[in-house]
Structure formats: C-alpha cells, structure tokens
C-alpha cells in the first residue's frame, strides 16, 4: 500500500488526506476518484490502514459525486454540514473522538445611520407587519463584519456609508433552519442623502425620519428603539485592522472606543 507523508500531507491508496491539530484527516475532495466502485474499495482501504491511529475522517462529497454518499454511509459516516454545492460527512475512528459542532447560528447585521440633521435612516420591508425598521440583512458567506454594514445599506436604501463601530449584539432563537441567530448593530456615518433603493424585490420604502420623532413612534419595536438609544448613548466597539494586520488579512478586531 502507497502511504507517503509531507508536510501535514498523507497520500494512501489513491486518496490524498490533509491532516489537522485533532489528530484527525480530511480527503482532498479535489482528488476523489470518478467511479463509485473505486472510491469504495479505496475508502475501505484507507479505513483500514488508519483506524487505530487516527480519529477521525472528514470528507466534502461534491454534489457531481452525490452517489459517493450511501457508500460514506455504509462505512460508518455520518452528515456533519453542508453548503450549496457539497456535503460534508464524518466518521469516528474512535468511539470517545470529538466532533467539532456545526454551525449552529446564522449573522446578520444592522445598522443605525444618523446624518447632520438628527434624522434616521430606516426602511420597510414588503413581508413586515410591524412599521420601519433598521437598514441590514444576512452576512454573506466570507464576508466581513464592516463590509456587510455598507452593502446592506447601500442595497437597501441606495445611501453610501462608512462602519462606525459595533454597538450592541443581539442573540435571537428560534430563528430560520432552526438555528439561532446573532445580530450584529452597528453604527455607520451616511456618505450620501438622497435615497434609492436597490433591492426592491423586499423593499419597498426607505427613508430619513427625525431621531425623537421614531423613538417616540408606538409602531416601532422596543427592540429597536433600544438600539437607537445605546448608539446615541455608547461609542461601542472600533476596528482595529493594524493590530494583527501581520498575521492575517480577512480578520477583523473591535476595541472598546475611548470615552
């Protein structure tokens, strides 16, 4: 049997694995081979030749090989996530071996926007029985904090605007796909004024609305109000991107703003 090994690397049979810090391996979906019958008889192998040292495998089946999952199934595996376009399924090689919990929340972003004026930016959506709201939406997949605050505004009302800070989390279950979610408010300084949504398909008003007069309006949720005030009241949480800028790119710090 073929096993080399490299660098956090190991090739056995004709699967190459990539090994991570929990002694466990994953198979490089990119290498899987094109027949069924083959992935079989290599996986077989592969379980085989690591079950009493490792502990665990992991494997992305790409939906082009969505055959390959029975036989995932009858090894042992089972379903851990999955995305558009892949499942992700796992195999315990030892009976007491951690699996790493799968996402179990989805994120969302708000934004509170005031300009010069005193006046709020808000919006209301088409599937809303309650009356205007916040701008914001889902975090897409990669995306970051600050870079979700502006696109959502943007798409939602058409007004460019610049992240602020964060200023309040709010944890929200049950929730879509039976998940929690996590909303994240954050406070953005507006770059524009004249209003234009984009997004029409959900939209279907946006508008600037006087600071007292939205808290003072019986139609808007508490929820919301109490945004409003601890963003008038707090500074929140700055980024601070030079911090580890060194070390890694896509990561975003927030610091306590200095009273």
């Given at each position: ?209 006087a600071v007292d007069k939205y808290l003072n309006d019986e139609k808007v949720l508490a929820y919301s109000k109490a945004i409003v005030n601890a963003a008038l ?27």
């Amino acid at each position: 049997m073929k096993i080399l090994q490299n660098c956090g690397v190991e090739t056995i049979a004709s699967f190459t694995l990539i090994l991570d810090p929990y002694n466990g391996v994953t198979i490089n979906k990119d290498k899987l081979p094109n027949a069924k019958d083959s992935f079989e008889f290599n996986l077989e192998l592969l379980i085989k030749e690591i079950e009493k040292r490792r502990n665990l495998i992991w494997i992305y089946v790409p939906i082009e090989k969505s055959d390959f999952i029975p036989v995932c199934v009858k090894y042992g595996f089972f379903f851990h996530s999955c995305d558009e376009d892949y499942v992700l399924l796992v195999k315990r090689l030892k009976e007491n071996a951690i699996v790493p919990t799968a996402a179990n929340h989805t994120l969302g972003v708000g934004a509170v926007v005031i300009n010069e004026k005193d006046e709020l930016l808000v919006i209301k959506e088409k599937i809303s029985t309650i009356g205007y709201k916040l701008p914001g939406g889902h975090i897409d997949n990669a995306e970051q904090i600050s870079t979700a605050v502006v696109r959502e505004v943007y798409e939602e009302t058409g007004i460019d605007v610049e992240f602020e800070s964060i200023i309040s989390l709010g944890h929200f279950y049950p929730h879509q796909f039976h998940k929690s979610n996590l909303y994240i408010l954050c406070l953005a300084k507006p770059l524009s004024h004249k209003i234009n949504i984009l997004d029409t398909d959900e939209i279907i008003d946006a508008k600037w609305v006087a600071v007292d007069k939205y808290l003072n309006d019986e139609k808007v949720l508490a929820y919301s109000k109490a945004i409003v005030n601890a963003a008038l009241k707090y500074k929140g949480l700055k980024l601070d991107n030079n911090t580890l800028s060194h070390i890694k790119k896509d990561i975003e710090l927030f610091f306590p703003l200095e009273k």
